[in-house]
């Protein structure tokens, strides 16, 4: 695991990331229990959103979950490596699937850790089944079809080729077809029933295989978007799969920055670079040991709000490097003291709204997590403090 801290008892950590892997699985769950018929996977690219892929994915592979997907090749032999490392049975079977398609010359390395290249061109599909083909083994593969996005996945006069000439496809091993939402996270938007029937149209060409079409939010558009298999990532990680409602999904991370100074200010003075905040009055500035060098936003100067217990405390002037100041005048002396924490993604700010706060999505706070944090993970198979 990327993990720096991993060593730093928290005694002595800046900030603690708390990640609660039985969080995770309850939203497997959940998702899952909407489904009737459909079969769930897991998206755990980028290092499982932020929250460490190993770790994640194997508490997902404890509740019953099958199939990975990861973006890069790299990605799936480190995912391999720590479903492997388990030595349980069921989840070294458990698949690996490579969104970002098959890169050229690599077949080798998909073959050795049993990953599955989601094939998303023809020269993918030529080069994936000329690999089989010398190994004389069908090895399993996708297909991405591109239905709205314009990013990876075959194009519609690609489609017209391998419907012109099926022989393209023969001797392919494919597990599934796949196409990928654009705007799942906005129920009412036109293109979603456009991308659907897209999608239904070029699974009555092409039958091969499960149809895959549903993100966490596309899962919350309803059973005709379910089809064979739905692909959540971050709603399983808390973030809210229908913007603007009420989330059901459980939070999974808790990021508490420990208070290295308290300041009392008792002329009027400024705080932090390029002065963008003026004290007036006599108050006290806590200082907290995280900055934008571990994901906490620049774009929060001024705007995020923290967190003591349930009272809350806004940030104050920039956000630098490694530090963040608060106004913690409002809250009585004993209980920010030195060494207390302070919540910057708790019950009170949770993920969604720290990203609002940030002018972006659950997804960036995630995934921008650093790696200076002592990291603690919670239920699932592990016991904190284990990476
Ligand atoms: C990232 C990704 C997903 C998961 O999306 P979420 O919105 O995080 O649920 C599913 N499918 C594809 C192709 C993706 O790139």
């Known amino acids: 695991m990327p993990t720096t801290s991993a060593n730093i008892s928290d005694a002595y950590a800046g900030a603690i990331l708390t990640i609660d892997l039985d969080a995770v699985i309850a939203n497997f769950r959940l998702l899952?229990?909407?489904?009737?018929?459909?079969?769930?996977?897991?998206?755990?690219?980028?290092?499982?959103?932020?929250?460490?892929?190993?770790?994640?994915?194997?508490?997902?592979?404890?509740?019953?979950?099958?199939?990975?997907?990861?973006?890069?090749?790299?990605?799936?032999?480190?995912?391999?490596?720590a479903l492997n490392d388990t030595g349980n049975s069921q989840f070294i079977k458990?698949?690996?699937?490579?969104?970002?398609?098959?890169?050229?010359?690599?077949?080798?390395?998909?073959?050795?850790?049993?990953?599955?290249?989601?094939?998303?061109?023809?020269?993918?599909i030529h080069n994936w089944k000329s690999y089989c083909h010398r190994l004389a083994q069908p090895l399993p593969c996708d297909i991405h079809v591109d239905t709205g996005m314009a990013r990876l996945g075959l194009a519609a006069n690609e489609v017209e080729k391998l419907v012109a000439e099926p022989s393209r496809l023969d001797g392919l091993n494919i597990l599934t077809v796949l196409s990928h939402l654009a705007c799942a996270d906005e129920p009412n938007h036109p293109m979603n029933v456009e991308q659907l029937?897209?999608?239904?149209?070029?699974?009555?060409?092409?039958?091969?295989?499960?149809?895959?079409f549903a993100n966490s939010s596309g899962i919350f558009l309803g059973p005709d978007y379910h089809f064979d298999q739905v692909r959540p990532g971050a709603a399983l990680f808390g973030v809210a799969p229908v913007p603007g409602s009420l989330n059901p999904m459980s939070q999974v991370v808790k990021l508490q920055g420990k208070i290295a100074q308290v300041r009392a200010v008792d002329t009027p003075q400024t705080v932090g670079y390029g002065a963008s905040h003026r004290v007036e009055s006599p108050g006290r500035i806590a200082t907290v040991m995280v900055g934008y060098a571990d994901g906490f936003l620049r774009s929060l100067s001024n705007k995020g709000t923290g967190y003591i217990g349930n009272i809350p405390v806004p940030v104050v002037g920039r956000v630098s490097m490694d530090l963040i100041t608060f106004d913690v005048t409002g809250v009585p002396e004993y209980l920010c003291p030195v060494g207390a924490m302070i919540d910057l993604i708790g019950p009170n700010n949770p993920v969604d709204q720290v990203a609002a706060d940030a002018g972006t999505i659950g997804y960036e706070?995630?995934?921008?997590?650093?790696?200076?944090?002592?990291?603690?993970?919670?239920?699932?198979?592990?016991?904190s403090g284990e990476t």
């Open 365 to 383: 706070i995630l995934t921008s997590l650093g790696h200076r944090y002592h990291r603690a993970y919670v239920g699932g198979a592990l016991r």
């Open 197 to 212: 029937d897209a999608f239904r149209e070029l699974r009555r060409r092409f039958p091969q295989g499960m149809a895959s």
């Open 94 to 124: 458990a698949e690996i699937h490579i969104l970002g398609g098959l890169m050229a010359n690599a077949e080798n390395a998909y073959d050795a850790s049993r990953l599955i290249p989601v094939l998303g061109s023809l020269d993918e």
């Open 32 to 81: 899952s229990a909407r489904l009737s018929g459909a079969s769930m996977s897991a998206v755990v690219k980028a290092d499982g959103y932020g929250l460490g892929a190993g770790p994640v994915a194997v508490a997902l592979a404890g509740a019953g979950c099958g199939v990975f997907y990861v973006a890069h090749i790299e990605e799936g032999i480190v995912l391999r490596q």
